[in-house]
């Protein structure tokens, strides 16, 4: 069965970067694009970006120039790099896998809390 | 950017009744709207995609219907694992993906 599995909670200050990594299982891999998305407290599911299974990426424009997808298809594995973090930054982010041309979302992560505070 | 809205924000229903929420599009979506459930401290569940299918799984209680920019979602005789917040979200143009701002369903 398909699975994501994230890494735990991480608490930033303001001004630092975080990054979480996202591992999948019961799926090649390269087969499909893996999205993320998050959601503050209190706020709207946000969608980050994609990172393709053989690595291309596409960034929300809310995000360009503080957030980088990267890949590791020997470990099945995708990490998300947030920059100059604030506290608006903080918020639960998911790893999401869509359908292949469809692009409604099938699989979720667990969600990994990000806190910025100083 | 298509912005979704949802309403109400807040639902109040009995258990055993009907709930019908709303999410309008800014601008037609065709029939590509989902709904998903999302309960406290989980992850959002996906219920309904092409804005009538329901996904594998979910009882046929749950309904949607639907096209361009108004769709609902109806849960017919509420059960108290329905008690939830529910998100629609279009995927006809993108990026970005986006998502209404969610109806949570509470119970009266």
């Known amino acids: 069965q398909v699975q994501l599995v994230q890494s735990g909670a991480e608490v930033k200050k303001p001004g630092a970067s975080v990054k979480v990594s996202c591992k999948a299982s019961g799926y090649t891999f390269t087969s499909y694009s893996l999205h993320w998305v998050r959601q503050a407290p209190g706020q709207r599911l946000e969608w980050m970006g994609w990172?393709?299974?053989?690595?291309?990426?596409k960034y929300s424009q809310n995000f360009q120039g503080r957030v980088t997808f990267t890949s590791d298809r020997s470990a099945s594995t995708v990490h998300m790099e947030l920059s100059s973090l604030r506290s608006e930054d903080t918020a639960v982010y998911y790893c999401?896998?869509?359908?292949?041309?469809?692009?409604?979302?099938?699989?979720w992560g667990p969600g990994t809390l990000v806190t910025v505070s100083s | 950017e298509i912005v979704m809205t949802q309403s109400p924000a807040t639902l109040s229903v009995s258990p055993g009744e009907r709930a019908t929420l709303s999410c309008r599009a800014s601008q037609s979506v065709s029939s590509d709207l989902a709904w998903y459930q999302q309960k406290p401290g989980q992850a959002p569940r996906l219920l309904i995609y092409?804005?009538?299918t329901r996904a594998t799984g979910i009882p046929a209680r749950f309904s949607g219907s639907g096209s361009g920019t108004e769709f609902t979602l109806t849960i017919s005789g509420l059960q108290s694992e329905d008690f939830a917040v529910y998100y629609c979200q279009q995927y006809n143009n993108w990026p970005p993906l986006t998502f209404g701002g969610g109806t949570k369903v509470e119970i009266k």
């Open positions: 990172i393709s299974g053989i690595g291309e990426t």
């Open positions: 092409d804005a009538s």
């Open positions: 999401v896998r869509p359908v292949n041309y469809r692009d409604y979302i099938d699989y």
